[in-house]
């Protein structure tokens, strides 16, 4: 439940994200990295959420082969 006095439609949005199976992750990340990341992904019309899920994919296929090896 979100803290405070939450309107309905915070309400709704969390339930939805709990049963969509959302979560939120935190980084510490260099400025200058994420500003560049920010930029390419504006150019390359992606969002940054879409683009670093992609990533993560990529990453847990590759792992997941060298495993099988």
């Known amino acids: ?12 949005s969390e339930k939805y994200q709990k049963k969509a199976g959302y979560m939120v992750k935190g980084f510490k990340l260099k400025r200058d990295i994420v500003e560049e990341f920010e930029k ?7 969002s940054q959420a879409a683009q670093i899920t992609k990533m993560m994919k990529e990453f847990v296929e590759r792992n997941e082969s060298i495993k099988d090896m």
């Open 1 to 12: 439940m979100p803290k405070g006095k939450p309107n309905k439609q915070t309400i709704a």
């Open 40 to 46: 390419a992904c504006k150019e390359a019309g992606i």
